[in-house]
Protein backbone atom coordinates (compact mmCIF):
# COMPACT_ATOMS: atom_id res chain seq x y z
CA UNK A 1 0.00 0.00 0.00
CA UNK A 2 1.30 3.22 -1.12
CA UNK A 3 2.13 5.92 1.91
CA UNK A 4 0.20 8.45 0.11
CA UNK A 5 -2.76 6.74 0.99
CA UNK A 6 -2.86 7.11 4.85
CA UNK A 7 -4.81 9.79 6.01
CA UNK A 8 -2.13 12.27 7.79
CA UNK A 9 -5.17 14.18 9.35
CA UNK A 10 -6.81 11.68 10.73
CA UNK A 11 -3.63 9.55 12.01
CA UNK A 12 -2.76 12.49 13.48
CA UNK A 13 -5.79 13.36 14.80
CA UNK A 14 -6.00 10.02 16.21
CA UNK A 15 -2.42 9.74 17.38
CA UNK A 16 -1.30 13.03 18.89
CA UNK A 17 -3.00 12.87 22.44
CA UNK A 18 -1.74 9.08 22.61
CA UNK A 19 1.95 10.35 21.90
CA UNK A 20 0.98 13.20 24.44
CA UNK A 21 0.10 10.99 27.07
CA UNK A 22 3.05 8.54 26.43
CA UNK A 23 5.41 11.19 27.41
CA UNK A 24 3.25 12.28 30.34
CA UNK A 25 3.41 8.38 32.22
CA UNK A 26 7.00 8.38 30.40
CA UNK A 27 8.02 11.69 32.13
CA UNK A 28 5.93 11.52 34.87
CA UNK A 29 5.39 15.62 34.69
CA UNK A 30 3.37 17.32 32.19
CA UNK A 31 6.69 20.18 31.81
CA UNK A 32 8.78 19.19 28.10
CA UNK A 33 5.63 16.78 27.15
CA UNK A 34 4.49 19.11 24.45
CA UNK A 35 7.47 19.67 23.03
CA UNK A 36 8.57 15.86 22.88
CA UNK A 37 5.59 15.44 21.57
CA UNK A 38 5.74 18.17 18.78
CA UNK A 39 9.68 16.53 18.75
CA UNK A 40 8.16 12.90 17.75
CA UNK A 41 5.61 14.29 15.23
CA UNK A 42 8.21 16.30 13.19
CA UNK A 43 10.30 13.61 13.11
CA UNK A 44 7.85 11.30 12.02
CA UNK A 45 6.40 14.13 8.93
CA UNK A 46 9.84 14.33 8.06
CA UNK A 47 10.12 10.92 7.42
CA UNK A 48 6.68 9.80 5.91
CA UNK A 49 7.62 9.21 2.84
CA UNK A 50 9.68 6.53 4.27
CA UNK A 51 6.63 4.73 5.73
CA UNK A 52 6.40 1.17 4.91
CA UNK A 53 2.64 0.44 5.75
CA UNK A 54 2.85 -3.06 4.61
CA UNK A 55 5.75 -3.38 6.81
CA UNK A 56 4.64 -1.92 10.56
CA UNK A 57 1.57 -0.66 11.95
CA UNK A 58 1.73 3.16 11.74
CA UNK A 59 1.68 3.01 15.50
CA UNK A 60 4.05 0.38 16.46
CA UNK A 61 6.25 2.86 13.86
CA UNK A 62 5.08 6.18 15.27
CA UNK A 63 5.65 4.98 19.09
CA UNK A 64 9.25 3.82 17.62
CA UNK A 65 10.48 7.26 17.53
CA UNK A 66 9.07 8.25 20.76
CA UNK A 67 10.52 5.73 22.16
CA UNK A 68 13.79 7.32 20.64
CA UNK A 69 12.99 10.73 21.33
CA UNK A 70 11.67 10.13 25.41
CA UNK A 71 15.05 7.89 25.54
CA UNK A 72 17.01 10.71 24.67
CA UNK A 73 15.74 12.94 26.67
CA UNK A 74 15.51 11.10 30.15
CA UNK A 75 19.11 10.09 29.61
CA UNK A 76 20.09 13.97 28.70
CA UNK A 77 18.21 14.77 31.89
CA UNK A 78 20.05 12.23 34.05
CA UNK A 79 23.07 13.32 32.86
CA UNK A 80 22.17 16.41 33.88
CA UNK A 81 19.96 16.68 36.87
CA UNK A 82 19.53 19.70 38.77
CA UNK A 83 20.52 19.38 42.01
CA UNK A 84 17.37 19.90 43.63
CA UNK A 85 16.09 17.27 41.74
CA UNK A 86 19.49 15.58 42.52
CA UNK A 87 18.18 15.78 46.01
CA UNK A 88 14.81 14.90 45.79
CA UNK A 89 16.02 11.50 44.63
CA UNK A 90 18.38 10.67 46.97
CA UNK A 91 16.25 11.53 50.25
CA UNK A 92 14.78 9.14 52.40
CA UNK A 93 11.05 10.40 51.34
CA UNK A 94 9.05 7.98 50.97
CA UNK A 95 6.20 7.44 48.23
CA UNK A 96 3.97 7.08 50.91
CA UNK A 97 4.27 9.74 52.88
CA UNK A 98 4.39 12.25 50.08
CA UNK A 99 1.91 10.94 47.66
CA UNK A 100 -0.95 13.33 49.00
CA UNK A 101 0.82 16.90 48.80
CA UNK A 102 1.20 15.67 45.13
CA UNK A 103 -0.59 15.48 42.08
CA UNK A 104 -1.95 11.98 41.02
CA UNK A 105 0.79 12.21 37.99
CA UNK A 106 3.75 13.18 40.02
CA UNK A 107 2.72 10.51 42.77
CA UNK A 108 2.55 7.70 39.66
CA UNK A 109 6.20 8.83 38.90
CA UNK A 110 7.45 8.20 42.25
CA UNK A 111 6.14 4.76 43.12
CA UNK A 112 7.68 4.12 38.85
CA UNK A 113 10.72 5.41 40.68
CA UNK A 114 11.29 2.30 42.41
CA UNK A 115 10.01 0.20 39.07
CA UNK A 116 12.77 -0.91 36.43
CA UNK A 117 13.36 0.68 32.92
CA UNK A 118 11.34 -1.66 31.17
CA UNK A 119 8.60 -1.51 33.16
CA UNK A 120 7.73 1.72 33.39
CA UNK A 121 7.79 1.63 29.56
CA UNK A 122 5.21 -0.87 29.50
CA UNK A 123 3.07 1.46 31.93
CA UNK A 124 3.38 4.29 29.72
CA UNK A 125 2.96 2.40 26.49
CA UNK A 126 -0.21 0.41 28.13
CA UNK A 127 -1.88 3.40 30.36
CA UNK A 128 -0.38 6.73 28.51
CA UNK A 129 -0.85 5.28 24.71
CA UNK A 130 -3.59 2.79 25.80
CA UNK A 131 -1.61 0.38 23.33
CA UNK A 132 -2.68 -3.24 23.38
CA UNK A 133 -0.42 -5.97 24.44
CA UNK A 134 0.61 -7.28 21.65
CA UNK A 135 1.63 -3.86 19.97
CA UNK A 136 3.78 -3.11 22.81
CA UNK A 137 5.07 -6.35 22.27
CA UNK A 138 6.52 -5.56 18.87
CA UNK A 139 7.75 -2.42 20.34
CA UNK A 140 9.70 -3.77 23.24
CA UNK A 141 10.89 -7.19 21.89
CA UNK A 142 8.83 -9.43 24.92
CA UNK A 143 6.16 -11.90 24.41
CA UNK A 144 2.68 -10.43 24.53
CA UNK A 145 2.19 -12.88 27.22
CA UNK A 146 5.37 -11.67 29.33
CA UNK A 147 3.94 -8.30 28.63
CA UNK A 148 0.78 -9.10 29.90
CA UNK A 149 2.14 -10.66 32.83
CA UNK A 150 4.42 -8.17 33.87
CA UNK A 151 1.71 -5.36 33.67
CA UNK A 152 -0.73 -7.54 35.97
CA UNK A 153 2.17 -7.78 38.49
CA UNK A 154 3.35 -4.27 38.08
CA UNK A 155 -0.50 -2.46 38.59
CA UNK A 156 -0.99 -4.55 41.00
CA UNK A 157 2.03 -3.24 42.66
CA UNK A 158 1.26 0.31 41.86
CA UNK A 159 -2.62 -0.81 43.14
CA UNK A 160 -1.21 -1.64 46.36
CA UNK A 161 0.87 1.67 47.00
CA UNK A 162 -1.41 4.15 45.36
CA UNK B 1 -7.08 -16.71 34.33
CA UNK B 2 -5.98 -14.22 36.10
CA UNK B 3 -7.83 -11.60 38.06
CA UNK B 4 -7.41 -8.18 36.41
CA UNK B 5 -6.60 -5.88 39.12
CA UNK B 6 -8.20 -2.49 39.09
CA UNK B 7 -6.07 0.01 36.80
CA UNK B 8 -8.81 2.41 37.12
CA UNK B 9 -6.30 4.96 39.04
CA UNK B 10 -4.10 4.53 36.00
CA UNK B 11 -6.80 5.31 33.60
CA UNK B 12 -8.04 7.91 35.15
CA UNK B 13 -4.39 9.91 34.76
CA UNK B 14 -4.79 10.62 31.17
CA UNK B 15 -5.57 13.84 29.84
CA UNK B 16 -6.16 15.57 26.61
CA UNK B 17 -3.71 18.02 24.96
CA UNK B 18 -4.66 21.59 24.58
CA UNK B 19 -6.75 21.91 21.52
CA UNK B 20 -4.21 25.36 20.86
CA UNK B 21 -1.26 23.13 20.82
CA UNK B 22 -2.50 20.64 18.80
CA UNK B 23 -3.60 22.89 16.26
CA UNK B 24 -0.25 25.02 16.64
CA UNK B 25 1.77 21.36 15.79
CA UNK B 26 -1.04 20.84 13.36
CA UNK B 27 0.04 24.18 11.49
CA UNK B 28 3.41 23.64 11.90
CA UNK B 29 3.83 20.23 10.14
CA UNK B 30 1.75 20.95 7.61
CA UNK B 31 3.86 24.14 6.37
CA UNK B 32 6.36 21.65 7.00
CA UNK B 33 5.18 19.78 4.50
CA UNK B 34 4.69 22.00 1.72
CA UNK B 35 8.03 23.52 1.47
CA UNK B 36 8.88 20.01 1.46
CA UNK B 37 6.86 19.88 -1.76
CA UNK B 38 8.68 23.54 -3.06
CA UNK B 39 12.12 22.01 -2.63
CA UNK B 40 10.78 18.91 -4.37
CA UNK B 41 10.24 20.21 -7.35
CA UNK B 42 13.26 22.67 -7.32
CA UNK B 43 15.30 19.44 -7.08
CA UNK B 44 12.90 17.72 -10.41
CA UNK B 45 13.80 20.44 -12.20
CA UNK B 46 17.46 20.16 -11.53
CA UNK B 47 17.77 16.30 -12.19
CA UNK B 48 15.39 16.97 -15.28
CA UNK B 49 18.63 19.54 -16.84
CA UNK B 50 21.40 16.93 -15.30
CA UNK B 51 19.67 14.06 -16.96
CA UNK B 52 19.85 16.54 -20.36
CA UNK B 53 23.39 16.52 -19.98
CA UNK B 54 24.68 13.72 -18.40
CA UNK B 55 22.57 11.73 -21.12
CA UNK B 56 24.89 13.28 -23.77
CA UNK B 57 27.47 12.23 -21.75
CA UNK B 58 27.02 8.16 -21.17
CA UNK B 59 26.22 8.36 -24.77
CA UNK B 60 29.72 9.65 -25.59
CA UNK B 61 31.16 7.47 -23.05
CA UNK B 62 28.68 4.03 -24.25
CA UNK B 63 30.24 4.75 -28.02
CA UNK B 64 33.90 4.87 -26.67
CA UNK B 65 33.90 1.90 -24.61
CA UNK B 66 31.27 -0.23 -26.94
CA UNK B 67 33.64 -3.13 -27.95
CA UNK B 68 35.73 -3.75 -24.97
CA UNK B 69 35.92 -7.47 -24.58
CA UNK B 70 34.37 -9.52 -21.49
CA UNK B 71 36.11 -10.30 -18.68
CA UNK B 72 37.27 -13.94 -18.10
CA UNK B 73 36.52 -15.19 -14.58
CA UNK B 74 39.02 -18.05 -14.46
CA UNK B 75 42.10 -18.42 -16.40
CA UNK B 76 45.55 -19.25 -16.04
CA UNK B 77 48.52 -17.58 -17.05
CA UNK B 78 52.17 -18.87 -18.06
CA UNK B 79 54.69 -15.82 -17.48
CA UNK B 80 57.77 -17.91 -18.35
CA UNK B 81 60.16 -17.05 -21.07
CA UNK B 82 58.96 -18.24 -24.23
CA UNK B 83 55.34 -16.04 -23.56
CA UNK B 84 55.91 -12.31 -22.91
CA UNK B 85 52.34 -12.84 -21.54
CA UNK B 86 53.52 -9.49 -18.86
CA UNK B 87 54.21 -7.09 -21.24
CA UNK B 88 51.57 -7.62 -23.50
CA UNK B 89 49.68 -7.37 -20.49
CA UNK B 90 50.61 -4.14 -19.49
CA UNK B 91 50.10 -3.10 -22.93
CA UNK B 92 46.50 -3.98 -22.61
CA UNK B 93 46.55 -2.24 -19.69
CA UNK B 94 47.98 0.75 -20.71
CA UNK B 95 45.37 1.05 -23.20
CA UNK B 96 42.60 0.89 -20.76
CA UNK B 97 40.97 -1.93 -21.57
CA UNK B 98 40.26 -5.63 -20.19
CA UNK B 99 42.42 -8.20 -21.52
CA UNK B 100 41.74 -9.28 -25.09
CA UNK B 101 41.78 -12.76 -26.46
CA UNK B 102 40.88 -14.70 -23.21
CA UNK B 103 38.75 -17.48 -23.65
CA UNK B 104 35.98 -17.15 -21.14
CA UNK B 105 33.32 -19.07 -19.76
CA UNK B 106 30.66 -17.29 -21.76
CA UNK B 107 32.51 -17.68 -24.84
CA UNK B 108 32.50 -20.91 -24.70
CA UNK B 109 36.15 -22.18 -23.71
CA UNK B 110 37.69 -25.68 -23.71
CA UNK B 111 37.35 -28.51 -21.01
CA UNK B 112 39.85 -27.88 -17.97
CA UNK B 113 43.23 -30.08 -18.64
CA UNK B 114 45.14 -31.66 -15.48
CA UNK B 115 46.64 -28.87 -13.68
CA UNK B 116 50.01 -30.33 -14.05
CA UNK B 117 52.41 -27.28 -15.99
CA UNK B 118 55.13 -28.08 -18.12
CA UNK B 119 58.21 -27.23 -16.27
CA UNK B 120 60.23 -24.36 -17.43
CA UNK B 121 62.31 -22.83 -15.54
CA UNK B 122 64.53 -24.41 -11.98
CA UNK B 123 61.52 -23.31 -9.44
CA UNK B 124 62.44 -21.89 -6.02
CA UNK B 125 62.05 -24.00 -2.92
CA UNK B 126 58.32 -24.32 -1.80
CA UNK B 127 57.06 -22.32 0.79
CA UNK B 128 55.29 -24.90 2.27
CA UNK B 129 58.69 -27.12 2.40
CA UNK B 130 60.26 -23.96 4.52
CA UNK B 131 57.84 -23.99 6.54
CA UNK B 132 56.87 -27.92 7.20
CA UNK B 133 53.04 -26.76 6.82
CA UNK B 134 51.27 -28.65 3.38
CA UNK B 135 50.63 -25.63 1.77
CA UNK B 136 50.84 -21.83 2.37
CA UNK B 137 48.39 -19.28 1.43
CA UNK B 138 48.61 -15.15 2.39
CA UNK B 139 46.08 -12.60 1.76
CA UNK B 140 43.82 -10.32 2.59
CA UNK B 141 40.71 -11.04 5.35
CA UNK B 142 37.90 -12.16 3.11
CA UNK B 143 40.36 -14.37 1.07
CA UNK B 144 41.59 -16.82 3.79
CA UNK B 145 38.20 -16.47 5.51
CA UNK B 146 37.23 -18.51 2.00
CA UNK B 147 40.35 -20.23 1.42
CA UNK B 148 40.13 -21.84 5.42
CA UNK B 149 36.67 -22.79 4.76
CA UNK B 150 37.62 -24.59 2.08
CA UNK B 151 40.26 -26.50 3.07
CA UNK B 152 37.92 -27.83 5.68
CA UNK B 153 35.27 -28.42 3.26
CA UNK B 154 37.77 -30.13 0.41
CA UNK B 155 40.83 -31.29 2.04
CA UNK B 156 41.42 -35.11 3.07
CA UNK B 157 41.16 -35.44 7.07
CA UNK B 158 43.26 -34.30 9.04
CA UNK B 159 46.92 -35.03 9.36
CA UNK B 160 50.18 -33.76 11.41
CA UNK B 161 50.64 -31.03 8.20
CA UNK B 162 48.59 -28.62 7.59
CA UNK B 163 47.92 -25.66 5.74
CA UNK B 164 49.46 -22.46 6.89
CA UNK B 165 47.55 -19.40 6.62
CA UNK B 166 48.87 -16.19 6.51
CA UNK B 167 46.73 -12.48 6.60
CA UNK B 168 48.09 -9.71 4.99
CA UNK B 169 47.74 -7.24 2.77
CA UNK B 170 46.65 -7.99 -1.29
CA UNK B 171 50.83 -6.47 -2.01
CA UNK B 172 52.17 -8.43 0.50
CA UNK B 173 50.61 -11.66 -0.45
CA UNK B 174 51.69 -11.48 -4.04
CA UNK B 175 55.27 -10.69 -3.02
CA UNK B 176 55.16 -13.09 -0.55
CA UNK B 177 54.29 -15.62 -3.89
CA UNK B 178 57.19 -14.01 -5.99
CA UNK B 179 59.41 -14.78 -3.28
CA UNK B 180 60.74 -11.16 -3.03
CA UNK B 181 59.15 -10.16 0.39
CA UNK B 182 61.94 -9.42 2.22
CA UNK B 183 64.26 -12.26 3.69
CA UNK B 184 62.75 -15.23 1.71
CA UNK B 185 62.34 -17.26 5.44
CA UNK B 186 59.47 -19.88 5.57
CA UNK B 187 56.90 -16.90 6.68
CA UNK B 188 57.66 -14.81 4.10
CA UNK B 189 56.68 -16.82 1.07
CA UNK B 190 53.48 -18.45 0.06
CA UNK B 191 52.34 -21.12 -2.49
CA UNK B 192 48.70 -19.50 -3.06
CA UNK B 193 48.47 -15.38 -2.84
CA UNK B 194 45.00 -13.84 -2.42
CA UNK B 195 44.55 -10.20 -3.57
CA UNK B 196 41.45 -7.52 -3.74
CA UNK B 197 43.02 -6.62 -7.15
CA UNK B 198 44.64 -8.15 -10.33
CA UNK B 199 48.30 -8.76 -9.91
CA UNK B 200 50.38 -6.15 -11.85
CA UNK B 201 52.46 -6.73 -14.60
CA UNK B 202 55.21 -5.79 -12.34
CA UNK B 203 54.71 -8.29 -10.13
CA UNK B 204 54.57 -10.78 -12.54
CA UNK B 205 58.34 -9.84 -13.55
CA UNK B 206 59.48 -10.26 -10.16
CA UNK B 207 58.18 -13.79 -9.96
CA UNK B 208 59.27 -14.97 -13.20
CA UNK B 209 62.89 -13.47 -12.24
CA UNK B 210 62.63 -15.22 -9.14
CA UNK B 211 61.78 -18.63 -11.00
CA UNK B 212 57.93 -18.98 -10.29
CA UNK B 213 56.96 -19.24 -14.04
CA UNK B 214 53.26 -20.49 -13.76
CA UNK B 215 50.86 -18.93 -11.81
CA UNK B 216 46.85 -19.46 -12.16
CA UNK B 217 44.94 -16.96 -11.70
CA UNK B 218 40.86 -17.50 -10.18
CA UNK B 219 38.70 -14.73 -9.67
CA UNK B 220 37.16 -15.93 -6.53
CA UNK B 221 34.24 -13.46 -6.05
CA UNK B 222 33.33 -10.42 -5.16
CA UNK B 223 33.89 -8.70 -1.62
CA UNK B 224 30.70 -6.58 -1.56
CA UNK B 225 29.94 -4.38 1.34
CA UNK B 226 26.42 -2.37 1.64
CA UNK B 227 25.03 0.54 4.03
CA UNK B 228 21.13 -0.34 4.86
CA UNK B 229 18.94 1.20 7.41
CA UNK B 230 15.47 -0.69 8.68
CA UNK B 231 13.19 -1.37 5.96
CA UNK B 232 10.55 0.50 7.72
CA UNK B 233 12.30 3.55 6.30
CA UNK B 234 13.07 2.38 2.62
CA UNK B 235 16.17 1.67 0.87
CA UNK B 236 18.32 4.84 1.37
CA UNK B 237 19.17 7.16 -2.28
CA UNK B 238 23.30 7.63 -1.64
CA UNK B 239 26.07 8.57 -3.70
CA UNK B 240 29.86 7.05 -3.10
CA UNK B 241 30.55 11.04 -2.69
CA UNK B 242 27.94 11.55 -0.14
CA UNK B 243 29.29 8.89 1.93
CA UNK B 244 32.87 9.97 1.71
CA UNK B 245 31.66 13.42 2.97
CA UNK B 246 29.87 12.05 5.44
CA UNK B 247 32.05 9.75 6.94
CA UNK B 248 35.90 10.30 6.41
CA UNK B 249 38.04 11.87 8.78
CA UNK B 250 39.04 14.88 6.69
CA UNK B 251 37.64 16.12 3.76
CA UNK B 252 38.14 19.02 1.20
CA UNK B 253 37.56 22.34 2.52
CA UNK B 254 34.77 24.10 0.39
CA UNK B 255 36.56 27.28 0.89
CA UNK B 256 40.44 26.32 0.19
CA UNK B 257 41.15 24.52 -3.23
CA UNK B 258 43.15 21.21 -2.34
CA UNK B 259 42.67 22.10 1.34
CA UNK B 260 41.37 19.28 3.54
CA UNK B 261 39.71 20.52 6.70
CA UNK B 262 38.59 17.79 9.69
CA UNK B 263 34.89 16.49 8.90
CA UNK B 264 32.09 19.11 10.18
CA UNK B 265 29.34 17.52 8.60
CA UNK B 266 26.83 15.69 10.90
CA UNK B 267 23.78 16.15 9.16
CA UNK B 268 23.28 14.40 5.33
CA UNK B 269 22.04 18.16 4.24
CA UNK B 270 25.03 19.56 5.14
CA UNK B 271 26.54 16.97 2.99
CA UNK B 272 24.26 17.50 0.35
CA UNK B 273 21.67 19.82 0.52
CA UNK B 274 18.97 17.31 -1.64
CA UNK B 275 19.32 15.11 1.95
CA UNK B 276 17.06 15.28 4.46
CA UNK B 277 17.89 17.21 7.43
CA UNK B 278 19.01 13.94 9.84
CA UNK B 279 21.97 13.28 11.57
CA UNK B 280 24.67 11.75 10.09
CA UNK B 281 25.07 8.02 11.66
CA UNK B 282 26.89 4.80 10.39
CA UNK B 283 27.34 1.02 12.83
CA UNK B 284 29.53 -0.85 11.59
CA UNK B 285 31.78 -4.03 12.54
CA UNK B 286 35.23 -3.03 14.37
CA UNK B 287 37.40 -0.81 11.62
CA UNK B 288 39.83 -4.11 11.54
CA UNK B 289 37.42 -6.33 10.18
CA UNK B 290 37.30 -7.30 6.18
CA UNK B 291 33.82 -5.55 5.99
CA UNK B 292 35.04 -2.27 7.36
CA UNK B 293 38.17 -2.60 5.59
CA UNK B 294 36.01 -3.40 2.27
CA UNK B 295 34.14 -0.58 2.64
CA UNK B 296 36.95 1.92 2.71
CA UNK B 297 38.27 0.41 -0.26
CA UNK B 298 35.24 0.35 -2.17
CA UNK B 299 32.54 3.02 -1.36
CA UNK B 300 34.98 6.09 0.19
CA UNK B 301 38.19 5.41 -2.10
CA UNK B 302 34.94 5.68 -4.71
CA UNK B 303 33.69 8.92 -3.13
CA UNK B 304 36.84 10.53 -2.77
CA UNK B 305 37.85 9.98 -6.06
CA UNK B 306 35.36 12.06 -7.35
CA UNK B 307 37.36 14.74 -6.38
CA UNK B 308 39.88 14.66 -9.26
CA UNK B 309 42.76 16.19 -7.12
CA UNK B 310 42.15 13.59 -4.87
CA UNK B 311 41.69 11.31 -7.61
CA UNK B 312 45.27 12.14 -8.66
CA UNK B 313 46.79 11.54 -5.34
CA UNK B 314 46.40 7.87 -6.02
CA UNK B 315 49.68 8.27 -8.88
CA UNK B 316 51.56 11.10 -7.38
CA UNK B 317 51.58 10.49 -3.33
CA UNK B 318 49.89 7.08 -3.26
CA UNK B 319 50.43 6.93 0.84
CA UNK B 320 48.41 10.29 1.38
CA UNK B 321 45.86 9.06 -0.72
CA UNK B 322 45.32 5.98 1.60
CA UNK B 323 45.27 8.26 4.35
CA UNK B 324 42.70 10.76 2.99
CA UNK B 325 40.46 8.40 1.16
CA UNK B 326 40.52 5.40 3.78
CA UNK B 327 40.68 6.92 6.98
CA UNK B 328 37.11 7.00 8.76
CA UNK B 329 36.31 9.95 11.09
CA UNK B 330 36.56 9.15 14.78
CA UNK B 331 34.26 11.25 16.25
CA UNK B 332 31.35 8.82 16.97
CA UNK B 333 29.54 9.52 13.32
CA UNK B 334 31.08 6.05 12.62
CA UNK B 335 30.47 3.79 15.63
CA UNK B 336 30.80 0.15 16.04
CA UNK B 337 27.47 -1.76 16.52
CA UNK B 338 26.79 -3.29 19.49
CA UNK B 339 23.79 -5.50 20.55
CA UNK B 340 20.20 -4.84 19.15
CA UNK B 341 21.09 -3.39 15.56
CA UNK B 342 18.18 -4.50 14.45
CA UNK B 343 15.75 -2.03 16.99
CA UNK B 344 18.03 0.49 16.83
CA UNK B 345 18.13 0.67 12.97
CA UNK B 346 13.97 0.25 13.30
CA UNK B 347 13.97 3.53 16.14
CA UNK B 348 16.04 5.66 13.83
CA UNK B 349 15.57 6.44 10.60
CA UNK B 350 18.16 8.37 10.24
CA UNK B 351 20.53 5.18 11.35
CA UNK B 352 22.15 3.35 8.83
CA UNK B 353 24.80 0.09 8.92
CA UNK B 354 27.41 -1.45 7.41
CA UNK B 355 26.99 -5.02 6.33
CA UNK B 356 28.94 -7.34 4.48
CA UNK B 357 26.18 -8.38 1.40
CA UNK B 358 25.44 -11.36 2.02
CA UNK B 359 24.71 -10.69 5.84
CA UNK B 360 21.87 -8.24 4.29
CA UNK B 361 20.75 -10.18 1.59
CA UNK B 362 20.21 -12.49 4.20
CA UNK B 363 17.80 -10.55 5.79
CA UNK B 364 15.35 -8.99 2.98
CA UNK B 365 12.12 -8.87 5.24
CA UNK B 366 14.41 -6.35 7.82
CA UNK B 367 16.94 -4.41 5.93
CA UNK B 368 17.13 -2.30 3.01
CA UNK B 369 20.66 -1.76 1.10
CA UNK B 370 21.56 1.77 0.21
CA UNK B 371 21.55 2.31 -3.96
CA UNK B 372 25.00 4.35 -4.58
CA UNK B 373 24.85 6.35 -7.40
CA UNK B 374 21.83 4.87 -8.47
CA UNK B 375 22.74 1.19 -8.55
CA UNK B 376 21.20 -1.06 -6.18
CA UNK B 377 23.59 -3.86 -4.94
CA UNK B 378 22.37 -7.23 -6.27
CA UNK B 379 24.40 -10.35 -8.27
CA UNK B 380 23.88 -8.45 -11.27
CA UNK B 381 25.44 -4.94 -10.96
CA UNK B 382 28.22 -6.78 -8.64
CA UNK B 383 29.02 -9.32 -11.51
CA UNK B 384 29.19 -6.43 -13.64
CA UNK B 385 31.34 -4.58 -11.09
CA UNK B 386 28.71 -1.25 -11.68
CA UNK B 387 27.94 -0.96 -7.89
CA UNK B 388 30.31 0.92 -6.11
CA UNK B 389 30.89 -1.30 -2.93
CA UNK B 390 32.13 -4.22 -4.77
CA UNK B 391 35.48 -5.11 -5.79
CA UNK B 392 36.48 -8.59 -7.33
CA UNK B 393 39.04 -10.78 -5.40
CA UNK B 394 41.67 -13.11 -7.28
CA UNK B 395 43.38 -15.91 -5.88
CA UNK B 396 46.90 -16.89 -7.67
CA UNK B 397 48.40 -20.15 -7.22
CA UNK B 398 51.91 -21.05 -8.05
CA UNK B 399 50.79 -24.32 -9.93
CA UNK B 400 54.63 -25.62 -9.72
CA UNK B 401 53.90 -26.42 -6.25
CA UNK B 402 50.62 -28.50 -7.32
CA UNK B 403 52.40 -31.36 -8.64
CA UNK B 404 53.08 -33.93 -6.29
CA UNK B 405 50.71 -32.25 -3.66
CA UNK B 406 47.86 -34.01 -3.39
CA UNK B 407 46.66 -31.43 -0.67
CA UNK B 408 47.44 -28.26 -2.69
CA UNK B 409 45.70 -30.21 -5.13
CA UNK B 410 42.72 -30.86 -3.79
CA UNK B 411 43.06 -27.33 -2.04
CA UNK B 412 43.15 -25.35 -5.47
CA UNK B 413 40.47 -27.72 -7.24
CA UNK B 414 37.93 -27.09 -4.35
CA UNK B 415 38.44 -23.60 -4.82
CA UNK B 416 37.91 -23.82 -8.21
CA UNK B 417 34.69 -25.80 -8.16
CA UNK B 418 34.03 -22.88 -5.68
CA UNK B 419 33.74 -20.53 -8.73
CA UNK B 420 32.44 -23.06 -11.33
CA UNK B 421 29.19 -24.06 -8.53
CA UNK B 422 28.65 -20.54 -8.04
CA UNK B 423 28.94 -20.68 -4.61
CA UNK B 424 31.30 -19.42 -1.64
CA UNK B 425 31.68 -20.41 1.73
CA UNK B 426 32.22 -17.35 4.16
CA UNK B 427 31.69 -13.98 2.80
CA UNK B 428 32.94 -13.44 -1.12
CA UNK B 429 29.42 -13.40 -3.72
CA UNK B 430 30.94 -16.22 -6.16
CA UNK B 431 29.93 -15.15 -9.79
CA UNK B 432 26.78 -16.64 -11.39
CA UNK B 433 26.86 -19.63 -12.68
CA UNK B 434 26.62 -19.47 -16.50
CA UNK B 435 24.60 -22.43 -18.73
CA UNK B 436 26.85 -24.64 -19.96
CA UNK B 437 30.10 -22.62 -18.89
CA UNK B 438 33.04 -24.06 -18.59
CA UNK B 439 35.31 -22.77 -16.44
CA UNK B 440 38.77 -22.61 -17.79
CA UNK B 441 42.41 -23.13 -17.03
CA UNK B 442 44.21 -22.85 -20.33
CA UNK B 443 47.45 -24.77 -21.10
CA UNK B 444 49.82 -22.62 -20.65
CA UNK B 445 51.37 -22.22 -24.03
CA UNK B 446 47.78 -21.22 -25.07
CA UNK B 447 47.31 -18.61 -22.61
CA UNK B 448 47.01 -15.50 -24.41
CA UNK B 449 47.02 -11.51 -22.71
Not at chain 2, 130 to 150: C, E, H, M, R, W
Not at chain 2, 279 to 290: K, N, T, Y
Not at chain 2, 383 to 394: I, K, L, N, Q, T
Not at chain 2, 424 to 441: C, D, E, G, H, W
Amino acid sequence: METNELNWDAVYAHEAPRIYNYFRFRLGQDSDVEELTARTFERAWRSRSRYRRDLAGFATWLFKIAQNIGTDYLRARREHLPLDAALEVTTDVTPERDAEQRSNLKRLALLCAALPERERELVALKYGAVINNRAIAQLTGLTESNVGTILHRVVQTLRDQW
Amino acid sequence: MKNEPNDDFLQRLRADPSKKFLSTLKANLDRQAISQVKARRTLFRTAILAALIGGSAVAVAFAVLRGSPARTVVRMASIGPAQPAASKMAAERSGGGAPKSIVSPSQGGVPPPPMVPPVTAAPAEPAAQQSSALFVVAGPTAIILNAQGIARTWMPPASKKQPEFNLTSSTEALAMLCHTHPGTTAAGSADIAGASRRILPSELEHCRSNGVTHLAEIQSGYETVVLARSKLYGAPKLSARDIFLALAAEVPDPNRPQGLIKNPYRTWSAVDSSLLEERIEVLGPPLSSATAAAFRQTLMEAGCTTFPWLAALKQTDSQRFEKVCRTLRDDGVYREWSGRLQEHLETYPNALALFDYREAAAKPETLAAASIDGVEPNIDTIVAESYAGSRAMFVYVNIERVRGNPAMFSFVDGFRRSVDESWSITTLVAPPRQANARKYMAPLQEMKF
